[in-house]
Nanobody, 123 residues
């Protein structure tokens, strides 16, 4: 089994930054690509960004490109999401997930999910 735990969420004002962490256990972390998704109330779960097993390839959705940065530390089994210039529309529950199929934008490709961490951005 794989367990993922997101942390670092909270309440911030528009324009501020947060750094989310996703700690993994139970499997060889470096063998997976990792994605970040978010889901606002009443909305679908949307892809944000992903990173390959060795960190050499990243992919960003248009909604976060230029503001968010994904990175990973395989030695610590942890992936990070640096979120800058936050906007009220970024308010959502943020999830990390693992896939064995490289960087993918669809949630259907991801095998394991954390429980999420709440990010709330006030105007």
């Amino acid at each position: 089994q794989v367990q993922l735990v997101e942390s670092g969420g909270g309440l911030v004002q528009a324009g501020e930054s947060l750094r989310l962490s996703c700690a993994a256990s139970g499997r060889t972390f470096s063998s997976y690509a990792i994605g970040w998704f978010r889901q606002a109330p009443g909305k679908e779960r949307d892809f944000l960004t992903s990173i390959s097993w060795n960190g050499g390839t990243t992919y960003y959705s248009d909604s976060v490109k230029g503001r968010f940065i994904i990175s990973r530390d395989n030695a610590e089994n942890t992936v990070y999401l640096q979120m800058n210039s936050l906007k009220p529309e970024d308010t959502a529950v943020y999830y990390c997930a693992l896939t064995r199929w490289g960087t993918r934008t669809s949630a259907n490709w991801y095998d394991y999910w954390g429980q999420g961490t709440q990010v709330t951005v006030s105007s």
